[in-house]
């Protein structure tokens, strides 16, 4: 099986790659090929090198989805596009990268199976901001999709095509909408949701982060390793049980910063809490309070996805998988 | 007030621009010139010659939109598209003409914007194929997108650009999701809905029609005088109270096939009811059932959109505006 990773050096990217490394059967069939593409060029992990490809390829400019295409690989992950803030601050290259060049691959897919059939599996990122408020309290499967930023609405749209090729015969598609990722590994970064993962892992590693806004804020997470594993599970999944409504809310823990709290001191103790420090942000806190919180998701936990349960789970896991089990 | 109306060779451009020379107030505003566009040239009412401009354009060609666009209306009408029949046989063409043909357009206004402020009231024709079954019985205002065509996935992407394009301040879009046209005046048509007028406007010209489905039947309804008007109503509108959802189901009337023939049968009598042939047709009654039935348009109605609540209306409608009042 060829398996194609476009946004191979995001950091989904990167622990997808990394899962089929350590567990070369996770989909279920041997892998025969890897083509790993990003606009910088990723890293191979070495298990594969002699099976790898690696592109530094920008699916939005001329020419550079059909190229990736050509090799015809049988499931293509695609993980590309810019982040919320950028496609925000940059109409333009927003438009172009997260819409463009999402269609130009599915455009290319349709191209390719013109010389012989070429019926791949796509699996599309797509994220929660595809909804924009007001929200019920809990958003179930068919509420509407009114993005409040142009990035969720380039990924609303991506959705849209996605299933209408899907529907179309052009691929066999399926859209994860993944909740935020926490606890984000690396360096603190100025995203309005990092403190999410900041009071988190910072305190974990003995070093002091802020918190921005009240502990009462409620919101939508599951671990990178059950993001991989949402990906993991699309690409072995019988597709013909979802039907034709393609794009899936993908299931997630709704809990209160004042719960990550709680989960930390259990694990780490007070000196770790000690190291939070309360620096109210109002921008960040009306950010923040635009942002949905809770899912039902009850279609993807039906179709057997599945997501952490408490903190105390995804304190664990980025402890064994980013802190090799020690703090 | 510089008027355009695009798409003004089709049914609903046609009775707007009639409407306007036969109101030159139903804007709340006077038209100071009136310019018209369609793929083919469309006719200028003569009561407009002086300040009309009619013009053969494609939007979807390289250029077209910019060419509309410069002439800086204060009102665009945008009602040209290809229909969900030739969307479907003719992939390409469909995207290119509904969506790409759009964007151009709205991304024309941006540009236009760019020289001095520009800001028009964009009004969009969108339609009930943006929604797929199954559904609930009513379909309520947050009621998720999941088109089952790809002419309803072009307008439901539209939708989206429009929203996003207002809400970054580019223009001012409001979205109008038409129900059905009935009775759609000329002459019968193959479109799978086409019977919906048939059976009333046939009948009403003393001529046989045929009818395909059961009378259980059940669909959503509007007349040609209540599109316009919610065009009109749109493009009137202050439209600070709408929010950021642009996109709006119109109000209409959902009603049984039977419900039709009982109307013809009070206005117009059995020996018109006698002229409706029952020649059951699978594959249309297949595609029919695929259709939305009833809607609850709780918002629309609020912000003032108004729609028929009977078929008597709906005939006696067609018989003032398409039979000069008698039948």
Redesign the interface.
Known sequence: MHIMVIGAAGMIGRKLVEKLAAEPDALGRGIARLTLADVVEPSVPPVYSSISTALAIDLSTEGGAESLVSSRPDVIFHLAAIVSGEAEAD?DKGYRVNLDGTRALFDAIRAESRNEPYFPRVIFASSIAVF?QPFPEKIAD???????T?YG?QK??CE??L??YT??GLFDGIGIRLPTICIRPGQPNKAASGFFSNILREPLAGKEAILPVEENVRHWFASPRSAVGFFLHAARMDTSLIG??RNLTMPGLSALVGEEIEALGRIAGQKAVGLIRREPDPVIAAIVAGWPTNFDARRARELGFTAESNFDEIIRIHIEDELGGRI
């Open positions: 109409f924009g068919e509420f509407f999709t009114t993005p409040l142009s609405t609303a749209i849209l095509l299933a209408d529907r179309r034709p409504r």
